[in-house]
Every structure is written in C-alpha cells, then in structure tokens.
C-alpha cells in the first residue's frame, strides 16, 4: 500500500513538472510571437521612413529638375535671340525642333540633357554642388566689355613674301582704327623691313616685346596671326592663362587653323572690332613636370639649350630638391625616346591607377585640336574640337593591340619612367622646349581651365570640315560612274 502511494506521489510529482515545462513553453511562444509583433511593427515603422524619405527625395529632385528646365527655357529663349533664326540654317526637309521620342530637338552641339530617372523606381541622386550649365557651342558669339585697344600681330619669320600684308595690316590698324600694335622685336628689326622708307612712320608706332623677357599677357586685347598653324601655337605659348580671341589669315603652307582670307582682311577686321564673330573655344592641356634638380644640372651639362630648349624655371622646391615646370599646350604633348635607339619604356596613370606601360618609340598626348596634327599622322581619329576630350596615341607600339584611345578631358593623366627602362625619354610641348625625362620625374597632364578663343571665318562646324577637305584633302576619291546601259545578259534575262 506504501508503495502503490509513492508511486502515486512520483507520477503526481512529475504531472506537475510536465505541466509547468508546457506552462514555459506556452509563455516562451507568447513571447516569441511578442517579439515577431514588435519586429514586424518595427520593420514596418522603417520601411514606412524608407518610403517617406525616398518620396520626399523625389519631391526634391522633381522641385530641382523643374527648376533647372526653367532655366533651360530661359537660356534657350535667349540663345535664340543672340542667335537669330536657327531654322533657317536647318534642312527644309527637317523643322528646327523635332520631336523624336516624346524629346523636343533643336540644332545644339551639346547632345541632350539626359534623363535622371531610369524605370518606374530608379534614379539619379540629385547633387546640387554639382550640377553645371554649359553654353551650347553655336551660341558663342564674341562681344567686347570695353572697346578693343591693343592689337598683338604675329607674323611668320623668314617669309619675305608677308612683308606686304604686314605692312597693310599694321597701317590699317593704326592710321584707320586707332589702335595700338603690338610686334615681336625680332619682325620689326628685319632688314627687308626697315629698308622700306614709307613703313617708317608706321614702324616707329609699334610697340615691341621679346619672348621670354616681356610680359604682355594683360595689355592685348585681340590677337591676329599672319601665317600658318605655327603662328597660332606660338600665341598660344605666349599667354599661359586667359587667352585674348585669336584671328588666323591663311598666309602658311598648311593653314588648318587659319579660316581667313587676306583678301578681304578689312571686312572681316572690322567685323571682329564691332563684336560679331563666332568663336570656338579650342581647349588646351596643363602640363606639370616635376623634376629633380640633380636631373635638371646634368642635362644642362650634356645637352646644349637653344631658344626652343629647356622650359624657364617656374617654381623651386629647395627642401624636396624638386623643381615644377608648367606650360599650356594646344596642340600636343609629345614623349618619345630621344636620340636613344631602345624602345621608349613609360608607365601610364589615369587618375593614381596604372592602366599601362607604354613600349615603342613613345607616346602622344593630344587635345582634339590636336587630333588633325601628329596624333592623325600616327594613326588616331580626328576630334572636333568642341568634343570635351583627351586622346591618348601610341607611337609605333610594339604590340599589335595598342591601339589609340579617347578618355574623358576631366581625367588626369600621369607619365613616368619605367623603372625596369633602360634609357631617358625626351617631352616637347607643341614641338618645342624639348626636356629629358630621367628617373623619378614625372609627368602630369589635364585639361586645362584656359582654352583659346579661335575666331571663326563662318561657323565652327563648317570651318572645320572645310579645313578636313583643303588641308587634308580628306575622304578624297574619283567619284564612281553611273551605269549607261545593260551589258550583262545575266541581269537582264530571266
């Protein structure tokens, strides 16, 4: 019976412990389904956040863009009114603004303003410190603050035959238009020049500078180049930041970057002088060298320096023993191997990263005014000068696969030696100032913020194109005839 009442105990005993493990269970489900509510409201609370913060993004970028196309609209309204008619240099077979794709197109050279939203969700975040107006190119129309003053003319050298227009040019600008010229020293001293008696009036007027030693980047107003494509590149070497407007008269051999004709130099000077010329704005390229001033002695000790040898110094850094070359270019920059006979060996950075070694007989660096001059005859593609670009061109790569590239005119390049390199290279800015590349120099490069305002004879997209056909003689070939009857019986009978 004592036992039969123990063992009735036991099972009692574990009855309740039974029951109060299910009585936990039960309350740690409770809890659990406590928990997953509070998750799941609080998941809920966040995504609502979510919600309301990318909707009121989209407000504000919605309030932004709306803002900006009513800017736009004001821009284009007065774009059209310093522009005059743009319809009439359109197709008679095209309107002036066409709608292609739900977007209104007019005859801009800046492609279209994109689209900052991407499918029903997506889009861009809207950053306001970045956003930038540009003024579309067809609109960039020359206009003068203050009636132009000082003239600089520039004349190609040891060319007896422009000593006639010279002459001309100079007497129309003084006698007739009052203004003061501005020579190099070097064209007035010429001998075939100060024999002529009836120039010595005129000749006594002018004001004169020498390159290197005369600072005369803040006096001139407006530049005229009598000659080739060297005259042009050698103003742009004159002034290395703002850039007064350049007008070039075709009086070289090649005159790519010369529009105007002498013949009627006149009309077209004074058209300039009263302020309505079309310009296009030619970017150029920073170019920073920074060298050793070790390096610097001893290529003054092994290589003698002419007037288009070493770059004058522009800042010294004695605690580094480094000193910093800066120029402008507008043509190219150019580094190659120098009298060395083994291949050129150059690492080469895009913004920090090295993106690869060049091995040949150098590289080409070139803005897209340049893409028509030494890049072309190395095999790159020819830019307008209007595309924001950098071009980037091997020089006899020794690898089939190096090929000549375009990288954005944002991006900033660097070039130096390899180490592993058995030999120096040589830079030149436009052709000149030749420098030694040595060990531990380098080289960097960007788009510079001082482009060169080339004036444009009738418009920048026909001058260039025209230049491309009597220059370049480009896509020139024997046109193909027409078929005048049916030979072929073949074709005829069926």
Same mark, same amino acid.
């Given at each position: 019976?004592?036992?039969?009442?123990?063992?009735?105990?036991?099972? /009692?005993?574990?009855?309740?412990?039974?029951?109060?493990?299910?009585?936990?269970?039960?309350?740690?489900?409770?809890?659990?389904?406590?928990?997953?509510?509070?998750?799941?409201?609080?998941?809920?609370?966040?995504?609502?956040?979510? @919600?309301?913060?990318?909707?009121?993004?989209?407000?504000?970028?919605?309030?932004?863009?709306?803002?900006?196309?009513?800017?736009?609209?004001?821009?284009?309204?007065?774009?059209?009114?310093?522009?005059?008619?743009?319809?009439?240099?359109?197709?008679?077979?095209?309107?002036?603004?066409?709608?292609?794709?739900?977007?209104?197109?007019?005859?801009?050279?800046?492609?279209?303003?994109?689209?900052?939203?991407?499918?029903?969700?997506?889009?861009?975040? &809207?950053?306001?410190?970045?956003?930038?107006?540009?003024?579309?190119?067809?609109?960039?129309?020359?206009?003068?603050?203050?009636?132009?003053?000082?003239?600089?003319?520039?004349?190609?050298?040891?060319?007896?035959?422009?000593?006639?227009?010279?002459?001309?040019?100079?007497?129309?600008?003084?006698?007739?238009?009052?203004?003061?010229?501005?020579?190099?020293?070097?064209?007035?001293?010429?001998?075939?020049?100060?024999?002529?008696?009836?120039?010595?009036?005129?000749?006594?007027?002018?004001?004169?500078?020498?390159?290197?030693?005369?600072?005369?980047?803040?006096?001139?107003?407006?530049?005229?180049?009598?000659?080739?494509?060297?005259?042009?590149?050698?103003?742009?070497?004159?002034?290395?930041?703002?850039?007064?407007?350049?007008?070039?008269?075709?009086?070289?051999?090649?005159?790519?970057?010369?529009?105007?004709?002498?013949?009627?130099?006149?009309?077209?000077?004074?058209?300039?002088?009263?302020?309505?010329?079309?310009?296009?704005?030619?970017?150029?390229?920073?170019?920073?060298?920074? $060298?050793?001033?070790?390096?610097?002695?001893?290529?003054?000790?092994?290589?003698?320096?002419?007037?288009?040898?070493?770059?004058?110094?522009?800042?010294?850094?004695?605690?580094?023993? $480094?000193? @910093?070359?800066?120029?402008?270019?507008?043509? /190219?920059?150019?580094?190659?191997?120098?009298?060395?006979?083994?291949?050129?060996?150059?690492?080469?950075?895009?913004?920090?990263?090295? @993106?690869?070694?060049?091995?040949?007989?150098?590289?080409?660096?070139?803005?897209?005014?340049?893409?028509?001059?030494?890049?072309?005859?190395?095999?790159?593609?020819?830019?307008?000068?209007?595309?924001?670009? @950098?071009?980037?061109? &091997?020089?006899? &790569?020794?690898?089939?696969?190096?090929?000549?590239?375009?990288?954005?005119?944002?991006?900033?390049?660097?070039?130096?030696?390899?180490?592993?390199?058995?030999?120096?290279?040589?830079?030149?800015?436009?052709?000149?100032?030749?420098?030694?590349?040595?060990?531990?120099?380098?080289?960097?490069?960007?788009?510079?913020?001082?482009?060169? &305002?080339?004036?444009?004879?009738?418009?920048?997209?026909?001058?260039?194109?025209?230049?491309?056909?009597?220059?370049?003689?480009?896509?020139?070939?024997?046109?193909?005839?027409?078929?005048?009857?049916?030979?072929?019986?073949?074709?005829?009978?069926?």
């Amino acid at each position: 019976m004592e036992t039969m009442s123990k063992e009735i105990q036991q099972l /009692e005993g574990e009855d309740k412990e039974l029951l109060s493990a299910d009585n936990d269970i039960v309350q740690e489900k409770t809890e659990d389904s406590l928990q997953q509510n509070e998750l799941e409201e609080s998941h809920g609370k966040r995504e609502k956040c979510h @919600i309301s913060r990318r909707r009121k993004q989209n407000r504000k970028y919605e309030e932004h863009e709306s803002s900006h196309r009513e800017k736009d609209k004001v821009q284009a309204s007065s774009r059209e009114h310093a522009v005059g008619n743009i319809s009439s240099r359109q197709d008679d077979t095209e309107p002036s603004n066409t709608i292609w794709d739900g977007c209104r197109r007019a005859r801009f050279l800046h492609g279209p303003c994109p689209a900052m939203h991407f499918g029903p969700k997506a889009c861009i975040l &809207p950053n306001t410190s970045s956003v930038m107006h540009i003024q579309d190119p067809f609109s960039q129309k020359l206009t003068w603050n203050n009636p132009p003053l000082n003239v600089l003319v520039i004349k190609k050298i040891r060319d007896e035959s422009l000593l006639g227009p010279f002459k001309q040019l100079c007497t129309f600008l003084i006698e007739e238009q009052k203004l003061s010229v501005y020579v190099e020293k070097k064209v007035v001293e010429d001998r075939a020049l100060a024999k002529d008696e009836d120039f010595n009036e005129i000749r006594n007027q002018l004001c004169t500078f020498r390159e290197g030693y005369d600072d005369i980047s803040d006096c001139i107003d407006l530049i005229i180049c009598l000659g080739g494509d060297g005259t042009l590149l050698y103003a742009s070497s004159l002034f290395q930041h703002s850039v007064p407007p350049v007008m070039a008269f075709h009086l070289g051999s090649f005159g790519f970057l010369t529009p105007f004709k002498f013949e009627t130099y006149k009309t077209d000077v004074n058209k300039v002088i009263e302020g309505s010329a079309a310009i296009i704005l030619r970017s150029r390229l920073k170019v920073k060298v920074v $060298k050793k001033l070790a390096n610097i002695q001893e290529t003054e000790s092994r290589y003698k320096v002419d007037e288009n040898g070493l770059v004058p110094q522009s800042s010294i850094d004695t605690d580094s023993g $480094k000193i @910093i070359l800066q120029v402008q270019v507008l043509n /190219e920059v150019v580094v190659d191997r120098g009298p060395s006979s083994y291949l050129s060996n150059l690492d080469l950075y895009l913004d920090g990263r090295l @993106i690869t070694s060049v091995q040949g007989d150098g590289v080409i660096v070139s803005t897209p005014t340049g893409s028509t001059a030494y890049a072309a005859a190395a095999g790159a593609s020819m830019i307008h000068p209007n595309v924001p670009a @950098i071009m980037i061109t &091997p020089i006899c &790569p020794h690898s089939l696969s190096f090929r000549p590239i375009v990288v954005p005119a944002g991006v900033e390049l660097m070039i130096t030696l390899d180490p592993s390199a058995r030999n120096t290279a040589w830079i030149s800015f436009d052709g000149r100032k030749r420098q030694e590349i040595r060990h531990g120099d380098s080289i960097q490069i960007t788009t510079s913020c001082y482009p060169l &305002p080339s004036i444009c004879c009738h418009d920048l997209v026909y001058d260039w194109f025209e230049g491309l056909a009597e220059c370049l003689h480009w896509n020139v070939r024997k046109k193909q005839t027409k078929f005048t009857e049916m030979t072929d019986s073949s074709d005829t009978d069926i």
